[in-house]
């Protein structure tokens, strides 16, 4: 087997990480500060914050949750980052999508805990196409974010390709601006570090500026 310079291109690979790169050029950084922002706000009030998705999604949904709770572990006498995932919940999930419906799994989910100033954070790759247009299959987070909006909450949007139905919905949209869904997926998982990191600095700066007084 002929070696390969550890600086050749090799055509097939050099194309995705160029989509890569193409996204790190043109992703919107005002509307990731939004995001973060939000997420801070809803830290500092004690807020919840839940996270749902479908597919691969959920399982980005699920880490970001499990990552934001920990954004406080290191800082004592200082409030936790309540974060849920509502994929979590195996038995009620498929309870409610044999019973109500998949459309429903999660707007079920938020009348139970959901309060005033609590976050929704939906990720999908194409944030739906409109209402009533992009199927059973994203209705589901569509209408959870309505639900949060009809009831004094906030809303959080993580898709790709146009931003779909997303960007019209949500308080803050991050839209990875590329057309296939693996750079979409892979990226995403790109964001929930930087919101993990990025969160957990101003979390430690505005812990520093309250023991200060």
């Known amino acids: 087997m002929a070696k390969v310079a550890n ?23 005002p509307e990731i500060d939004k ?13 919840n914050i839940f996270f749902i998705g479908n597919g ?26 309540k974060a849920l995932s509502l994929v979590d919940n195996i038995i009620r999930y498929t309870a409610l999508v044999n019973d109500q419906g998949w459309e429903k799994v999660y707007t079920e989910q938020l009348k139970n805990y959901f309060k005033p100033g609590d976050v929704v954070c939906a990720i999908s790759v194409h944030g739906g196409s409109g209402k009533d247009k ?5 209705q589901n987070l569509l209408r959870a974010l309505q639900y949060a909006k009809d009831n004094g909450g906030k809303t ?10 997303f960007k019209e919905i949500c308080d803050a949209c991050i839209i990875v ?10 990226f995403h998982v790109v964001i929930h570090h930087l919101i993990f990191k990025s969160l957990t600095e101003k979390i430690k700066f505005a812990n520093e500026q309250i023991h200060k007084k």
Request: charged fraction near 15%; hydrophobic fraction near 35%.
């Open 56 to 81: 691969g999604s959920a399982g980005t949904a699920m880490h970001l949750a499990g990552d934001l709770v920990n954004c406080t572990t290191d800082i004592e006498n200082i409030p936790p980052v």
């Open 156 to 165: 959080v949007g993580l898709t790709g390709f146009d931003g779909g139905a």
């Open 7 to 29: 600086n050749q291109k090799i055509e097939y690979i050099d194309n995705f990480l160029q989509g890569v790169r193409e996204i790190c050029d043109n992703i919107s950084q």
């Open 134 to 138: 992009s199927g059973i299959w994203s």
């Open 177 to 186: 601006p590329y057309d296939t869904t693996p750079h979409v997926e892979g």
């Open 35 to 47: 995001t973060i922002n939000l997420l801070f706000n809803a830290w500092w009030n004690q807020n």
